[in-house]
């Protein structure tokens, strides 16, 4: 809480040789509180004093006026306070939150903390929601500051950390980080009835010489079609193009206590020629569909079993995925990618059960 001092015709200062310029005859309101910017600015003058000047108005004047907090030490102006009492700079967003700009931030961890602190006091009286705070890897330093104040992880990627901060009471409406991961395979067969199958050269030692379909995860912004047709031209070089998606599967506590949701695609191979990826890929080859099923781990498991046996019914036009639309979006204005089951388009090559 503030602590208002009522500052009448002198002045008290932990600096030495500080005496007033003026007396003031009015009584001006000074707010000591953490992080809150005093109601009268100050400039420097020469002969180790200070003069009153004219409050501001505005939060925008009352930024500048903290900019012109400046003292004159033993014959030297310093402008730590303006630098302290400064607030960070940041902008709205569409939900009554705050988003501070990572790239305005000061180097100094004592300065931050002082300009957090204010900064923080201003957007609780605005009532504002939630502060988003996003360091850079370069600032590091500045995460034990922030958590100091009452940040909080959310979440981090290669190059930053993304701290929350809510400020009304009560539990924190802000949303959370991500929950799931998201995988694609590529079920790939060709003329021959063949399917396109690897072995993984890292893998757990209970799958020790299966042939899998390729596998991997879509990278950020990717979409689910074109995520599984790289997948399968990294690891074995054959091209390919997205039919439908046949199946997906949703896991939970895989990784990091993250669920997992894995696509399987089914795909048309347009070349044939295999060029295996070493780095994570031991061999690869083109099997006969029968051997392929045969595996002991594909008949064991029900999972793996109940897979390709929906391929296979996909195959025969016994079954229908779901192929990829591309469809705009007034409530956001986006194009996106609707997947969804296309029996009744005279482009669709199976009748469904």
């Known amino acids: 809480m503030c602590e208002i001092a009522h500052v009448e015709n002198t002045y008290s200062t932990q600096f030495s040789s500080f005496r007033p310029l003026v007396e003031a005859k009015s009584t001006p309101l000074f707010c000591s509180c953490r992080g809150m910017s005093p109601k009268a600015s100050h400039s420097s003058t020469p002969n180790n004093t200070y003069v009153l000047k004219k409050a501001p108005s505005s939060v925008g004047e009352e930024k500048l006026g903290a900019e012109n907090l400046l003292y004159q030490i033993n014959g030297t102006n310093s402008s730590l306070f303006s630098r302290n009492l400064r607030m960070l700079d940041a902008f709205d967003d569409e939900y009554g939150g705050v988003i501070v700009d990572s790239e305005r931030l000061p180097a100094n961890p004592n300065v931050f903390a002082s300009m957090l602190r204010f900064s923080i006091s201003h957007w609780k ?73 690897v072995q993984e ?65 089914m795909l048309k191979p347009l070349s044939t020629q295999i060029m295996v990826d070493d780095h994570e890929i031991q061999a690869a080859k083109w099997m006969p569909l029968v051997e392929f099923m045969e595996q002991p781990l594909i008949q064991q498991d029900c999972m793996f079993k109940k897979v390709i046996d929906i391929c296979i019914a996909r195959l025969g036009k016994r079954y229908c995925g779901l192929s990829v639309h591309r469809l705009a979006s007034t409530f956001d204005g986006k194009t996106s990618a609707l997947y969804y089951n296309a029996v009744d388009s005279q482009h669709s090559n199976c009748t469904g059960n």
Request: glycine share 8%; net charge negative.
């Open 125 to 197: 009286a605005k009532e504002k929601k939630g502060i988003w705070l996003k360091l850079p890897a370069e600032k590091s330093d500045l995460v034990p500051v922030a958590v100091t104040e009452g940040f909080e992880y959310h979440h981090a990627e290669r190059g930053y950390v993304m701290l929350t901060y809510w400020l009304p009471e009560g539990p924190s409406m802000l949303p959370a980080n991500a929950s799931h991961q998201v995988g694609v395979g590529g079920f790939v067969i060709n003329d021959k009835n063949e399917v396109l199958v």
């Open 201 to 265: 050269k890292y893998c757990a030692p209970p799958f020790t010489g299966l042939w899998k379909i390729p596998t991997g995860f879509i990278v950020e912004s990717e979409e689910i079609f074109t995520g599984a047709v790289r997948e399968v031209e990294e690891e074995t070089g054959i091209d390919t193009e997205f039919v439908e998606v046949v199946a997906f599967r949703h896991v939970h506590n895989v990784a990091f206590e993250k669920s997992d949701l894995f696509f399987i695609c």
